[in-house]
């Protein structure tokens, strides 16, 4: 390898995460009924292998060459029973990237009411969807849990040869769990993180 080598590959190569890395968009579905704007749940279906019964915002994994947007679209419409036509996107909301090697996209969107009452969602993924006043995130704080994230080292590690025979101190972190409860339905983690801060930024900003 000489620097002509170097110049060659990293002059227009784009910049990525180093390691094994995954991409999520998620939908958060404004939903316009008489004067009151609501936004639309999920339950995921209790059969999934991945957090089965929980709450959510319809979403998934970007597949390859797909954007963060048309992944959001495309998981709305798959799961809830709806065409492309009947969301409208906003714009996209601040992303969340997680300690555990992923990022989050969020899209803030419209669904139209009428849509929703001919949606038929897909039961393989989700066991229902109920809407809920965004006056009520307006007026309700969140119970906050903040938990500390640390590294778990196997005991074999070779401290000595990165000479710190006595240990080292490894960085920690720390992740805020947020819990709604609405109507018998706990909204929590990462999708009361999402609507929380939602309101958070319009109550700044608006």
Known sequence: MNLHDFEEVFRDRTPRPQGRH??????????????????????????????????????????????????????????????????????????????????????LAVID???????????????????????????????????EVAPLIPEDFPYEMINAKGGYNWRKGRNSVPIYQYEGHAIWGLTARIACHLIQVMKREA
């Open 22 to 107: 995954r991409y999520y968009s998620v939908m958060v579905p404004l939903v316009q009924r008489g004067d009151e704007l609501f936004l639309l749940f999920e339950v995921r279906a209790e059969d999934m292998e991945i957090q089965p019964g929980e709450v959510c915002f319809p979403g998934g994994r970007q597949e390859e060459g797909e954007s963060a947007e048309d992944c959001a679209i495309r998981e709305t419409c798959e799961e809830l029973g709806i065409c492309r036509d009947d969301i409208h996107v906003i714009a996209p909301l601040d992303y969340i990237l997680m300690y555990s090697h992923f990022t989050l996209q969020p899209f």
């Open 113 to 147: 009411e009428a849509a929703l009452a001919t949606a038929r969602p897909n039961p393989s993924e989700v066991k229902e969807t109920f809407l809920v006043p965004v006056t009520f995130f307006q007026e309700t704080e969140p119970t906050i849990f903040d938990l």
